[in-house]
């Protein structure tokens, strides 16, 4: 049994007594459903542990108490209950759908897969278990099986929005935006006035950088929504994110007025403070959380990164240390005090806390990709090498991680095993003017320059403004002597871009050379 359910339990132990077990058990599960259905979270929370401590194995306490914390964000005490539902109730497909939902959060994606596929076994149409199998794919072979998954389940499910908004959740992983943009239009046409629709209609004009649409649809998501609903959130976020700081604060104050559990509403109240410079506010917003949930990740993490900003490193590492011990197997956090470790000049911590991340969770980039460049700073490119060679086994839609590995062959001398790097990166990104330029530089380094023109001149094609790659071909042709050539490249680019001072800084640099030569 989870050590946060028994701890639950533990808290009320001593107010139970007097009458008989049985009658406490009615008129506790009965005061709780009273204010549990009023919308009273708190009072609730009491009566549902009281019912629990005289019946540890009541279904209904354990399942009102995992929604409960679900709704307050008090995502560890959620976990626990979840977890507890799933075993001695586990036909309940909702709370199953939730605990899914949670294993995404916390990057437990197989969990979460399997808890998606047993619900949807079982109810077909439920909206979060059918985005939950979509969240929770992390890898080619898994994106495949989920396309087959959704395909076996349409002829059931086809008629419903939810199955819709999964078919767009699916084509935006793959980046295919006109097929996100039609299933979102046929959920749309099915559901109208859904939240969830709405939602996901404004994150895609979001993700396409339509802010009038976007927020057209942001706003009818939270239109009427109840003060715990997401889409009430999302509509925030999209105003703090449009510079709309007096909107926001209206808004996460109304809902904290009704909802006063709501920790992400104040989480957020939290940042704002942060964003406006108003340490009090802040300080005092993080200490309200912190004694509802003292474990909150996002408030731990915020107060450690507000204490390295005013320079208290110390106790930000130490404010991080606590997170860790919250949070033992879970990489961000272990990121999150590397990060802590960096900005107290503590390389050796820095290196230890994200090999435990990146032990914990080999496909999250932040750590991977910070792990290889520290290595590389410490001068050892086989660490990096060994750490960049597994994660792109699963992760090679990352350049960074394929620019980090060539970094380190050329760091060994291997120029030959770098520019093969390059030639995987090429044929990754083939639109990317980037690793041409590479390319082409480890190219001239091996006395290829008929190879490295090539190079450059491909990734003029594929962007005509791309500075380093004119800058690489003027310096060739003025190691050519080819001046009239090159002075026409990069007088051509000045004309194109008559405010940038880095084509008149190229072309000052052929006419010293100029001068040099005379």
Request: aromatic share 6%.
């Amino acid at each position: 049994m989870p050590r946060a359910f028994l701890l639950a339990l533990t808290l009320v132990s001593v107010l139970v007594a007097g009458c008989s077990k049985e009658m406490k058990q009615n008129r506790f599960q009965k005061l709780a459903d009273q204010h549990f259905q009023a919308g009273r979270y708190d009072k609730a929370e009491i009566e549902y542990l009281r019912v629990l401590n005289l019946d540890r194995q009541n279904k209904h306490a354990v399942g009102r108490l995992a929604e409960i914390y679900y709704d307050q964000g008090r995502l560890p005490q959620a976990m626990a209950f979840l977890q507890e539902a799933r075993k001695i109730d586990p036909a309940n497909f909702a709370l199953r759908a939730k605990l899914g939902t949670l294993y995404v959060s916390a990057r437990l994606h197989k969990k979460a897969r399997q808890e998606a596929l047993y619900v949807l076994a079982k109810k077909p149409a439920s909206a979060q278990a059918l985005l939950v199998l979509v969240d929770a794919v992390n890898s080619a072979n898994e994106l495949a099986e989920t396309r087959q998954q959704l395909e076996k389940l349409k002829p059931q499910i086809e008629n419903t929005a939810s199955f819709h908004l999964a078919r767009a959740a699916l084509a935006l992983r793959q980046k295919d935006t006109n097929t996100a943009l039609t299933a979102l239009q046929q959920a749309a046409a099915i559901d109208p006035k859904s939240g969830a629709v709405q939602g996901a209609l404004g994150q895609y004009y979001l993700r396409h950088n339509d802010s009038a649409k976007a927020e057209q649809h942001l706003k009818a998501a939270a239109e009427n929504a109840p003060p715990r609903s997401p889409w009430r959130l999302q509509y925030i976020d999209f105003k703090l994110a449009a510079g709309d700081h007096a909107f926001a604060k209206r808004a996460l104050e109304e809902i904290t007025a009704q909802a006063p559990d709501l920790i992400p509403a104040w989480i957020r109240l939290a940042k704002l403070a942060q964003l406006e410079k108003r340490p009090e506010d802040f300080a005092k917003i993080i200490q309200k959380v912190l004694l509802r949930d003292h474990s909150n990740y996002e408030a731990l993490v915020l107060d450690a990164q507000h204490r390295l900003a005013a320079g208290e490193t110390a106790k930000a590492v130490a404010e991080l240390e606590r997170l860790v011990q919250y949070y033992p197997k879970l990489a961000p956090a272990h990121y999150e005090l590397a990060l802590g470790h960096l900005r107290n000049n503590d390389l050796n911590k820095a290196i230890a806390s994200l090999n435990q991340a990146v032990a914990f969770d080999p496909d999250l980039p932040e750590p991977t990709l910070l792990l290889a460049e520290l290595n590389l700073r410490k001068n050892d490119p086989a660490a990096a090498i060994i750490t960049l060679n597994r994660f792109l086994k699963n992760q090679p839609q990352i350049p960074q991680a394929y620019l980090l590995l060539a970094a380190a062959h050329r760091l060994r001398n291997d120029l030959p095993e770098s520019v093969a790097v390059y030639r995987r990166l090429i044929e990754r990104f083939p639109q990317n003017p980037q690793p041409q330029v590479l390319l082409g530089l480890a190219c001239r380094e091996q006395k290829q320059t008929n190879e490295a023109r090539l190079c450059f001149e491909k990734a003029l094609q594929l962007n005509p403004d791309y500075l380093p790659a004119v800058e690489q071909l003027v310096l060739l042709e003025v190691e050519q002597q080819q001046i009239p050539q090159a002075t026409a490249r990069a007088q051509a680019l000045v004309e194109k871009l008559p405010q940038a001072p880095e084509p008149l800084l190229l072309l000052a640099g052929i006419y010293k050379t100029q001068t040099n030569f005379a």
